[in-house]
């Protein structure tokens, strides 16, 4: 039901956008989480379909964005002035719940992951 894809390996300064993709099914609120090496996964960023309000993790806030384009079901992760640090599987979620939520057993569904490596 969601699909990932965007990511690549990329050098330390360089941007990325990452795309999760919805087959036909509506959902209310999508997030992005990464899981590093030898990391738990974390949350990154998450937006209402609707409202559009987001929230960003600490992390991230200023070199993120997370948007969404209605028309093509689509929520992007828009990463710019990536660091090594930010080398993970980055997965989106998804769920039909109203606010946007930080913790991962909030969302219901989820896209398989695509990786993304950051080169100092």
């Known amino acids: 039901q969601l699909q990932a894809s965007g990511g690549g390996l990329v050098q330390a300064g360089d941007s990325l956008r990452l795309s999760c993709t919805t087959s036909?099914?509506?959902?209310?609120?999508y997030a992005w989480f990464r899981q590093g090496p030898r990391k738990e996964r974390e949350f990154v960023a998450t937006?209402?379909?609707?409202?559009?309000?987001?929230y960003y993790a600490d992390s991230v806030k200023g070199r993120f964005t997370i948007s969404r384009d209605n028309a093509k079901n689509t929520v992007y992760l828009q990463m710019n002035n990536l660091k090594p640090e930010d080398t993970a599987v980055y997965y989106c979620?998804?769920?039909?719940?109203?606010?946007?939520?930080?913790?991962?057993?909030?969302?219901?569904?989820w896209g398989q992951g695509t990786l993304v490596t950051v080169s100092s």
């Open positions: 979620a998804a769920d039909r719940r109203f606010n946007p939520s930080l913790l991962q057993d909030d969302y219901e569904y």
């Open positions: 937006t209402h379909w609707s409202i559009g309000n987001t």
């Open positions: 036909g099914h509506t959902f209310s609120i």
